[in-house]
């Protein structure tokens, strides 16, 4: 497994090490005694969600307020762009975002940690996006910043207006919502 540091250094872009021959592939998703040794977190990973969506669906920027995740996210299949904005108050790079391409092609997770939204936008036909949570979800904490927050400047990879949930379409601009410490 290859970890890489992101711009933001606490959101790391996990490379799994992948075994294909003539009759497909192998690789583990997922070893924690691996994941420890080679991250420094020794984390408990709680849920597991799966989301199917078509092009152009764009999920987010969802977090929780009071009960926060840690998100370890991957494409099963097609394409993503996923996108994490850090939401902690105190932190150097507080309101700044991250952006990468997974892919069932490059096997790449993403590892975001509690403190930022999340999101991201279906680029293939079809996409099939899995992530690991560090709590259990909370309808009761959730909260979504809006996705298209000038402030934000994020740089989607959309070739036509997405499709929202009524939700995501009224998310709070980063100046009104609630934030963490």
């Known amino acids: 497994?290859?970890?890489?540091?992101?711009?933001?250094?606490?959101?790391?872009?996990?490379?799994?090490?992948?075994?294909?021959?003539?009759?497909?592939?192998?690789?583990?998703?997922?070893?924690?005694?691996?994941f420890v040794e080679k991250t420094g977190l020794d984390l408990t990973f709680v849920q597991d969600n799966h989301s199917r969506s078509q092009k152009?669906?764009?999920?987010?920027?969802?977090?929780?307020?009071?009960?926060?995740?840690?998100?370890?996210?991957?494409?099963?299949?097609?394409?993503?762009?996923d996108v994490a904005v850090d939401l902690r108050q105190s932190s150097p790079t507080f309101g700044k975002s991250v952006s990468y391409i997974l892919s069932a092609e490059n096997y790449q997770q993403l590892w975001?940690?509690?403190?930022?939204?999340?999101?991201?936008?279906?680029l293939s036909e079809i996409a099939e996006v899995s992530y690991k949570t560090t709590d259990y979800y909370a309808p009761s904490e959730e909260r979504c910043l809006l996705w298209s927050d000038p402030e934000?400047?994020?740089?989607?990879?959309?070739?036509?207006?997405?499709?929202?949930?009524?939700?995501?379409?009224?998310?709070?601009?980063?100046?009104?919502?609630?934030?963490f410490a």
């Open 112 to 122: 975001i940690p509690a403190g930022f939204a999340h999101g991201f936008v279906v």
């Open 1 to 34: 497994m290859k970890v890489e540091i992101t711009a933001i250094p606490d959101i790391l872009l996990i490379t799994p090490r992948v075994f294909g021959d003539q009759r497909g592939f192998f690789y583990e998703s997922y070893n924690h005694q691996v």
């Open 56 to 81: 152009n669906v764009l999920r987010g920027l969802h977090y929780q307020i009071g009960k926060p995740q840690g998100k370890l996210v991957r494409a099963l299949a097609g394409i993503i762009q």
């Open 152 to 179: 934000l400047a994020i740089s989607w990879q959309l070739d036509h207006p997405p499709v929202l949930s009524a939700k995501d379409a009224v998310g709070k601009l980063l100046k009104e919502t609630e934030l």
